[in-house]
């Protein structure tokens, strides 16, 4: 369907051109005092040097339709538009019918979503659970949207401290490289620690990890297996977060890319761009200087020829755009990972092969109630395991004092729902780019905006549709100011979704949800349903805001319950 917003503005336009000749795209926004205003007056009056107030009322002389019932100047020369019941009441009847639930009809595009991207032999950790939420979500919206999406685990899977580790676990966990004893992410994480130890200390030890090294890069069978045995360790912790997230994701590690980094590099010094510095070839790109206010490089290949994760980068952008032909190119990472990436597109877009595809998706550190970074008693950083099961276990303590009944096997089940979904919203809830306060209690409050909040106004439209106990019929006809507010609301989810589809912010749906829910619970105060003459009406718009509701909520990757 298309938007209102998008209705008005061709609208506006013809408006526009017959009261003054101009052939605009009129600047249609949402407004607090109307239901949406029109701001053009203004500057076409500046650049014609007229009164905006009488344009405006030229422009308004031109806007006839039924869709309005009301248009008024307001301030220095907006004008306020104000749609008619009758017309919204038909829209909604539509959007029922719609299967997208009103979202707008869209050129599909080749979407990649590079997310989650851990690093083989390393825990998981909160920075990670923010990329594989706020991913996931992005990735949710294109499918639901109708593109074609490609999620990408660029999983930390390649590199030289592989040859530490294998050769540390030839010598003293052979039985695992061979598959002959079962091993957990934790006990290799211990033995990468180990091997690092032994690389700085113990010279013998580390001219055979190096030679491992080029060993695995070379293909060597014997070592190749072992590299897999590893992964595989590392996949198994990996797939059981992602289980419990619901997050599907395709792997293609950075080894992925280890075959095209030769041609990278001698491609972008036939482009004339590498320069050899202290036997490293470098990239300098314009704009990019260290604090000491010299050019800063981008290296490519060290001095001792081996490839680093620059190399890799350059690359995968090579080859998402060449091979994957990615209309656009998302790529979630914490804020740290800024210069990086743009340094990559910089020097990405002067080899040519890169236009204006790429977006980096970046967001701030998880803080401790106590404003530092998270970290458990322990002073380690927190497993995303641990944290995750420790929501659903909050969760579970919950519904077993609102719900004393419900059986263990059901508890748990809605336990995980509620939990997982906290964890989620609570990410997704605020301004990506901000650091983020990590608390368990406010999450699961089951007021403001949060999960909770959110499913229970589901939870409470389920329980109206059974105690009424009928068809519903798609027939809305809204008259109270509630009802139109709330009517008004849901025809704008589809505007939502372009929103965040443009700025890649899923608070902006977060937010449109929580209005939602807060508009249907003014509604269901304020206008009876039950036995009402209005009943059947006001059913369908309750089914409606439920639809669109859960709709949205699958977008950011949360489930429904159906009581709480
Ligand atoms: N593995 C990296 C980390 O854990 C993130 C990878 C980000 N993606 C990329 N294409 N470099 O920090």
Redesign the pocket.
């Known amino acids: 369907m298309q938007t209102l917003q998008k209705k008005l503005q061709d609208l506006a336009a013809k408006a526009i051109l017959a009261a003054c000749g101009e052939s605009i795209i009129p600047e249609i926004t949402t407004s607090s005092h109307a239901h949406y205003q029109c701001n053009d007056a203004l500057k076409l009056a500046k650049a014609a040097k007229c009164n905006p107030r009488e344009l405006a009322q030229k422009i308004i002389d031109h806007l006839d339709s039924e869709a309005i019932e009301k248009l008024e100047i307001a301030g220095p020369g907006f004008i306020n538009i104000i749609l008619s019941p009758g017309f919204l009441s038909e829209e909604l009847i539509k959007q029922m019918g719609d299967p997208r639930f009103g979202a707008p009809e869209i050129k599909s595009q080749r979407i990649i979503v590079?997310f989650s991207?851990?690093?083989i032999a390393k825990e998981l950790h909160v920075g990670?659970l923010r990329s594989t939420i706020i991913g996931d979500a992005l990735a949710r919206l294109f499918e639901f949207l109708g593109h074609d999406v490609l999620r990408l685990n660029?999983?930390?899977d390649w590199g030289t401290q592989f040859g530490m580790l294998i050769c540390y676990m030839k010598e003293n966990a052979s039985d695992v490289l061979s598959g002959t004893r079962n091993a957990e992410l934790f006990q290799l994480m211990e033995w990468y620690k180990a091997s690092k130890k032994r690389f700085d200390e113990d010279p013998d030890f580390k001219s055979r990890a190096q030679k491992e090294v080029v060993a695995l890069q070379g293909g060597d069978l014997e070592s190749i297996s072992a590299w897999e045995a590893i992964c595989d360790i590392s996949r198994q912790a990996f797939e059981e977060i992602y289980g419990l997230l619901d997050v599907k994701l395709t792997m293609r590690g950075e080894s992925f890319y280890n075959p095209y980094l030769a041609d990278t590099v001698s491609d972008l010094k036939s482009k004339g761009m590498v320069t050899v510095s202290d036997g490293a070839k470098c990239i300098f790109l314009d704009g990019f200087k260290g604090q000491d206010g010299n050019p800063f490089p981008m290296i490519i290949q060290k001095s001792d020829g081996g490839f680093n994760?620059s190399t890799t980068?350059m690359a995968?952008m090579k080859h998402r755009v060449h091979e994957e032909k990615a209309d656009r190119i998302i790529?979630v990472?914490d804020n740290g990972?800024k210069l990086h990436f743009q340094m990559i597109e910089a020097a990405a877009k002067k080899a040519g092969f890169l236009k204006d595809q790429f977006e980096h998706v970046t967001f701030g550190v998880v803080l401790s109630a106590s404003g530092k970074k998270f970290k458990t008693r322990e002073g380690e950083t927190e497993k995303l395991i641990d944290l995750l099961n420790t929501a659903v276990q909050k969760a579970e303590e919950i519904f077993q004092e609102r719900l004393p009944d419900l059986d263990s096997d059901e508890r748990h089940q809605m336990a995980k729902i509620l939990g997982i979904d906290a964890v989620k919203y609570a990410d997704l809830s605020c301004l990506r780019t901000k650091d983020y306060t990590f608390s368990y209690d406010r999450m699961l409050k089951f007021e403001g905006n949060t999960a909770a909040f959110l499913l229970y106004a589901y939870v409470r439209i389920q329980g109206i549709k059974r105690r009424i106990n009928k068809d519903i019929t798609p027939k809305i006809a809204l008259k109270h100011p509630s009802e139109i507010s709330l009517g008004l609301h849901i025809r704008r989810f589809g505007e939502t979704l372009e929103t965040m589809s443009r700025e890649l912010l899923p608070n902006r749906l977060t937010d449109y949800l929580y209005e939602l829910s807060e508009k249907f619970h003014a509604f269901f105060r304020d206008c009876h349903v039950e036995g009402t003459p209005e009943e059947s009406e006001r059913l369908a718009l309750s089914e409606l805001t439920g639809q669109v509701l859960s709709a949205g909520l699958n977008i950011l990757g949360l489930k429904t319950l159906d009581k709480m």
């Open positions: 590079e991207s851990p690093n990670h660029h999983v930390g994760y980068d995968a790529v990472t990972q």
